[in-house]
């Protein structure tokens, strides 16, 4: 068979520093990613990436311990997203900190059937955060270019995506064909079953290709999943508060997970576990000074390149000289001047998530 690897990783969701790192962090610390670092939504410290005891540190070296095991698919580096979500749609990778990239590929009927699939297990001493909702929205916009020839076209559609029928379109495909409403409760079709399960399922006439091939692409949401759908009685537009949806095990293996965290859903099992809370709030980040932008760049550069070269470290000795030249180098670009913008954001993020608890 295939060789097997205990993680496969991926690139091009890297942006200040290497995605799959910092976000480790986050699901572990219970921190979010801020710039060069992570911030602490409890008491509002920045912890810049290359403290050599922070947080962005600890988990590049265990991801790089596990590579010195052979657990880090050595196509890591280089390949893409499909790339690495074929490999656990194949079953070739076993772990991944975002439960619905590994399960919502593997967790096929084919495998489900045979007694095999991924299911979320959060270490006891892990803070996972959670983003709280706001009523300010969030920190992603939707916007249409100054040159665009259809301005108009371009807000009906971005107008269209705001109802509650375009937004579960974007999630779920198109009504009547995958999903529905009936008596004010949301179903999926036979195909819609299919579709949720396997973004590789053939769609029927008149359509062509597959469901993946026709997917909602842009990385970008006009509703949060857990808002409530006018179009329904009570459901939210996330499809496990569905009533459809509550289904006794399908398997055995999902009544052996289901038994095991003594929860009928992974979100209902990880409202059990020791989650931080990053509130919503007014706060909104200033972005990049212009001042700073060419130092930006070349420091991000320099802390993705040599991430990735410090999680294919051979060695504890290689490592530390990778790590130790990524300071180096990230210091003589201007990192440090970078940081103390984001510590100054740091301080107004934390004063406007205070004012959100309603803490003076």
Known sequence: GNPTYGVSLFND???????????????????????????????????????????????????????????????????????????????????????????????????????????????????????????????????????????????????????????????????????????????????????????????????KGTYGDGAFQINNITWSSDAYNPLTTSETYNKISWESEQLPPQTDIEKRWRDWAKASTPDKYMQTTNYRVSPGSLYTGAGVPDDLSMKWNQVAECVKTETWNAIYAKNDAEFDSIVKKMIKDAKSYGYDECCEHTRKQAEKRFAAEKQARGVK
């Open 13 to 207: 969701w890297d942006g200040n520093m290497v995605m799959y790192v910092k976000s480790l962090a986050t699901a572990y610390f219970g921190y979010d990613e801020f710039d060069f670092g992570l911030y602490d939504p409890d008491t509002g410290k920045f912890h810049d990436c290359l403290d050599p005891d922070g947080p962005y540190m600890y988990t590049l070296k265990f991801i790089n311990k596990l590579n010195q095991k052979g657990l880090v698919d050595p196509d890591s580096m280089t390949q893409k997203y499909n790339g690495m979500s074929e490999d656990y749609q194949n079953g070739t990778a076993f772990w991944n900190i975002f439960n619905w990239m590994a399960s919502g590929t593997y967790n096929s009927e084919n495998h489900t059937s045979a007694g095999k699939a991924m299911y979320p297990v959060c270490p006891k001493d892990a803070h996972p955060i959670v983003y709280g909702q706001s009523v300010y929205g969030g920190n992603r916009l939707w916007t249409i270019g100054a040159q665009t020839a259809y301005p108009e076209l371009c807000m009906a559609i971005i107008n269209w995506f705001s109802t509650p029928e375009g937004f579960m379109t974007t999630q779920y495909g198109p009504r009547g064909v995958t999903w529905d409403i009936k008596n004010g409760k949301t179903y999926f079709t036979d195909l819609g079953k299919l579709t949720s399960a396997d973004s590789k399922t053939n769609m029927p006439a008149p359509y």
